[in-house]
C-alpha cells in the first residue's frame, strides 16, 4: 500500500501544484501543515528531512524529495497509469520540461518570491516598480505559451499546467489578471477550474494567499 506524506502549506504556490497532482493520480496521502511563521521549517526534524527547508517536502516510505517539479515528475512517473501528465515523447517532454522551468525561474523566483520576502519576511510595503513590470511580462509569456492550443504545453493537461497554474493563479495578490487583455489565460484557469478537485487542491489556497497580502497594503513604486 502507497504511504506517502506532504508537507507543507496551502497558500503555497508550490504545494498546491503537488495537491493537484496528487489529486489528478487520486493518490491518498497525510498532508502535514508546516508553520513557516513559527519557523517550524527550521527545526532539526525538518531539516533532516530536507536540508533547504523548502515546502513541498514528499515522503515516498521513508524517502524524501522536496521541489514541486521533481516531486511531480516523479510521482507521474511513478505512480501514473500512462504517461499523458509528463509525456515520454522526447518532444512533448522538452516542452513541458521547459514550461517547468519558466514556472520555477520565471514566475516563482521572479514574479512570487521577489515581492514575497520583502513584503512577508522584512515588512516592506513599498515595491519596485521593475516587481510590477515583471508580472505584466509572466502574464505576457503565458498568453504567448497559449496561443493555438488548451493547455498550458500542448492539447494535453499536464504537470506543467498543475505548476503553472498554482503561480499565475497566485499572482493576482500582486496584479490582478485583465481579462480582456489576456483573454487566453483567462479561459485556460476557468477550464482548469472545472476539473473536480481543482477548488480543494488550488483555489482554496490561491485565496488565501492573496488574503495574505491584501492584508500587508503593500503598494508599487511609480
Do not use: C
Amino acid at each position: 500500500m502507497v504511504k506517502l506524506t506532504l508537507y507543507g502549506l496551502d497558500p503555497s504556490p508550490p504545494v498546491r501544484a503537488v495537491k493537484l497532482t496528487l489529486a489528478a493520480l487520486n493518490l491518498t496521502y497525510e498532508y502535514v501543515n508546516v508553520d513557516i511563521v513559527a519557523r517550524a521549517q527550521l527545526s532539526p526534524d525538518y531539516l533532516e528531512k530536507n536540508p533547504q527547508h523548502t515546502v513541498p517536502t514528499l515522503e515516498d516510505d521513508g524517502h524524501y524529495i522536496w521541489d514541486s517539479h521533481a516531486i511531480i515528475a516523479y510521482l507521474v512517473s511513478k505512480y501514473a497509469d500512462s504517461d499523458a501528465l509528463y509525456p515520454k515523447d522526447p518532444l512533448q517532454r522538452a516542452v513541458v520540461d521547459q514550461r517547468l522551468h519558466f514556472e520555477s525561474g520565471v514566475v516563482f523566483a521572479n514574479g512570487i518570491r521577489s515581492i514575497s520576502k520583502s513584503v512577508l519576511f522584512q515588512g516592506q510595503t513599498k515595491v519596485p516598480k521593475e516587481r510590477y513590470d515583471a508580472i505584466i511580462e509572466i502574464y505576457d509569456f503565458v498568453e504567448t505559451f497559449l496561443k493555438g492550443q488548451d493547455y498550458i504545453a500542448g492539447n494535453q493537461l499536464t504537470i506543467a499546467d498543475f505548476s503553472l497554474v498554482s503561480s499565475v493563479a497566485s499572482l493576482e495578490a500582486f496584479v490582478a489578471l485583465d481579462t480582456t487583455k489576456y483573454p487566453r489565460i483567462g479561459a485556460w484557469i476557468k477550464k482548469l477550474e472545472q476539473l473536480p478537485y481543482y477548488e480543494e487542491a488550488n483555489g482554496k489556497g490561491a485565496r488565501q494567499l492573496v488574503a495574505i497580502f491584501k492584508k500587508t497594503n503593500f503598494t508599487f513604486e511609480t
